[in-house]
T-cell receptor
Framework: AQSVTQPDIHITVSEGASLELRCNYS??????LFWYVQSPGQGLQLLLK??????LVQGIKGFEAEFKRSQSSFNLRKPSVHWSDAAEYFC???????????FGTGTSLTVIP | DVKVTQSSRYLVKRTGEKVFLECVQD?????MFWYRQDPGLGLRLIYF???????EKGDIPEGYSVSREKKERFSLILESASTNQTSMYLC??????????????FGPGTRLTVL
């Protein structure tokens, strides 16, 4: 069965610092990969997704993610964090066969001034 | 912009009550979903629907049922609410196609407390 792991429950960074949120998946083939963000009091919003092709994916709000097949990872990055980036971030995996979709457990990001 | 609305932001019910959570989307999406979100567990799929009157069980359907009589509306029903159903409930929709690859658009959530 496929699964998705976000090893960091909570991360704190200073405003202006770089950010990397980790995501690892378990699946026999290359799955569809997503990052969603949930700002306080709001629903989830798609940041970016990877299906195939270029392994570095650009998303909204200055985020990017890199698919690394050898590490079964899809880490989210941002070069300079803004206070408004404080939110919960979810990695998600879709299986091309079997029509399955799973969210990770989320990483909560705190941004300090 | 796609808008997904949920009937209540906060709801308090008593054990054994029948609870209805309503979700409406305004962009003619084919697929609709109900998730529950719990700390440390992320989002777990309860049910989804890919067409009017059609439904599929997700990962945790026990204790829940759903209804989709119109394309834009998807209801989650707790037949007899229990305290372990206290949670945040999120509704989502997607345009068409498979569960695995469509972007999902989410409502703001309903925080349900069962006393």
């Amino acid at each position: 069965a496929q699964s998705v792991t976000q090893p960091d429950i909570h991360i704190t960074v200073s405003e202006g610092a770089s950010l990397e949120l980790r995501c690892n998946y378990s699946y026999g083939a290359t799955p569809y990969l997503f990052w969603y963000v949930q700002s306080p009091g709001q629903g989830l919003q798609l940041l970016l997704k990877y299906f195939s092709g270029d392994t570095l994916v650009q998303g909204i709000k200055g985020f990017e993610a890199e698919f690394k097949r050898s590490q079964s990872s899809f880490n989210l990055r941002k070069p300079s964090v803004h206070w408004s980036d404080a939110a919960e971030y979810f990695c998600a995996v879709g299986a091309p066969t079997g029509n399955q979709f799973y969210f990770g457990t989320g990483t909560s990001l705190t941004v300090i001034p | 912009d796609v808008k997904v609305t949920q009937s209540s932001r906060y709801l308090v019910k008593r054990t054994g009550e029948k609870v209805f959570l309503e979700c409406v989307q305004d962009m003619d999406h084919e697929n609709m979903f109900w998730y529950r979100q719990d700390p440390g567990l992320g989002l777990r799929l309860i049910y989804f629907s890919y067409d009017v009157k059609m439904k599929e069980k997700g990962d945790i359907p026990e204790g829940y049922s759903v209804s989709r009589e119109k394309k834009e509306r998807f209801s989650l029903i707790l037949e007899s609410a229990s305290t372990n159903q206290t949670s945040m409930y999120l509704c989502a929709s997607s345009l068409y196609g498979g569960l695995a690859y469509d972007e999902q658009f989410f409502g703001p959530g309903t925080r349900l407390t069962v006393l």
